[in-house]
């Protein structure tokens, strides 16, 4: 396949979606999984939330801010009805702490929890604009990868399950989901959004540049589309008891030992 011109890239990260949340129960939401650190509260129609760049900071902000929003919207934790998080894929350290700080929370209130993919998160703001590639950069040469539509009241419905693919191979895999969601008679143009489409020099999606209208590599999942996702989850009675609340690594193994990372960089000939 002949590559054509790579769009534009956006480099900065994407302000605060247009779309305001509806009424629906009060949520309080965490996402993690990525080096942003962000929380929100979905009350009584209003959604507050606190979202920053913070490598190596959310053990020390999540809780303070999810107090601090809690303060501004004048309620007590007993007014929540459910906890939401984002359960990956993405960082293992900030998966674990966000499922563990929510499973905290929710047994100490004995409230439900509403999981929710990290990915979807990260597609859901994009939606309006036509559908949405999400990719996370794994490292080790790898990416998290899923394709996403906008469903019900615009929210993310996934075209087949989340992949971990190797950056070779990512490429020929976009394919798979496209098949499934192509106009009649014209090709959709995609949204591709996430640190995923920074990875590898851009080489793994260069072959399918022309179908995307933008490319924004520093598109990162917020809480607010965790809370988002969740509310229409509660809606359809989705929500599970804390412990049973499980990550969504994709990968069998979180750590590789030194000789099996030695393996890994011979192979990309690294």
Same mark, same amino acid.
């Given at each position: ?7 534009? @890239?956006?480099? *900065?990260?994407?302000?605060?979606? $247009? ?20 929380? &929100? ?12 760049? !913070?490598?190596?900071?959310? +053990?020390?902000? !999540?809780? =303070? ?7 501004? $919207? ?5 007014? @929540? ?7 990956? =894929? ?9 499922? *563990? ?15 929710? *993919? /990290? ?11 036509? =559908?949405?590639?999400?990719? @996370? ?28 693919? =190797? ?7 976009? $394919? ?7 106009? &009649? ?20 999606? +260069? ?34 008891? $804390? ?14 030992? /030194? ?12």
């Amino acid at each position: 396949m002949t590559a054509d011109p790579l769009p534009p @890239i956006d480099a *900065s990260p994407p302000g605060p979606p $247009a779309r305001p949340a509806e009424g629906g129960p009060t949520l309080l939401a965490f996402e993690l999984a990525t080096e942003a650190c962000s929380v &929100a509260l979905l009350h009584a129609g209003r959604l507050l939330a606190r979202h920053e760049l !913070a490598p190596r900071r959310h +053990a020390e902000l !999540a809780l =303070p801010w999810a107090d601090a929003l809690l303060a501004e $919207a004048g309620l007590a934790k007993s007014r @929540i009805d459910a906890l939401a998080v984002g359960i990956g =894929p993405g960082a293992f350290t900030g998966v674990r702490l966000a499922i *563990s700080l929510v499973q905290g929370i929710a047994l100490g209130l004995d409230r439900p929890v509403l999981p929710v *993919s /990290t990915l979807a998160a990260l597609a859901e703001p994009f939606l309006a604009e036509g =559908p949405v590639l999400a990719a @996370i950069d794994a490292r080790m040469g790898e990416l998290y990868l899923a394709a996403f539509r906008a469903g019900a009241e615009g929210l993310p419905e996934a075209s087949g399950d989340p992949r971990l693919l =190797p950056l070779a191979a990512a490429g020929s895999a976009l $394919a798979g989901p496209w098949a499934g969601m192509e106009d &009649a008679t014209r090709p959709s143009v995609w949204q591709a959004v996430g640190s995923g489409f920074a990875a590898g020099d851009r080489a793994w999606w +260069a072959p399918w540049a022309a179908r995307f209208g933008r490319v924004l590599p520093a598109a990162l999942p917020t809480a607010s589309a965790v809370a988002r996702i969740a509310r229409r989850d509660w809606q359809a009675d989705r929500a599970v008891a $804390a412990a049973a609340v499980e990550p969504a690594y994709l990968r069998d193994k979180v750590a590789l030992t /030194t000789l099996e990372q030695q393996a890994a960089r011979a192979l990309r000939g690294g």
